[in-house]
């Protein structure tokens, strides 16, 4: 079992950067591929963000070249930088872990966060 919490989140004007953490309890936390997804009012869930056991990342393209995935497996934490947020980031963002790399970029993880809210004002 592992659970899941994210931090971070807040409200930013738009060129402005946030930094979202996930801690994750277990010990068996370097075993999963951990991702970011997030979520629009009135949107279904998007996939932002998976970095894989072996540490390579993967974006979306609406987020490529502005956020950054990263994971520290001695502090059992998943984090996503967010530079140059525009408007259309806003959302709840969640933390998802999975055994299948595959599954968790499709937004099948194992497990998720409970979200925190990212609003970015123009």
């Known amino acids: 079992q592992v659970q899941l919490v994210e931090s971070g989140g807040g409200l930013v004007q738009a060129g402005d950067s946030l930094r979202l953490s996930c801690a994750a309890s277990?010990?068996?936390?370097?075993?999963?591929?951990m991702g970011w997804f997030r979520q629009a009012p009135g949107k279904e869930r998007e996939f932002v963000a998976t970095?894989?056991?072996?540490?390579?990342?993967d974006y979306a393209d609406s987020v490529k070249g502005r956020f950054t995935i990263s994971k520290d497996n001695r502090k059992n934490t998943v984090s996503l930088q967010m530079n140059n947020l525009i408007p259309e980031d806003t959302a709840v963002y969640y933390c998802?872990?999975?055994?299948?790399?595959?599954?968790?970029?499709?937004?099948?993880?194992?497990?998720w966060g409970q979200g925190t809210q990212v609003t970015v004002s123009k």
């Open positions: 998802t872990a999975g055994r299948s790399l595959l599954m968790t970029t499709r937004g099948m993880g194992d497990y």
């Open positions: 970095i894989s056991i072996s540490g390579n990342s």
């Open positions: 277990g010990r068996t936390f370097s075993s999963y591929n």
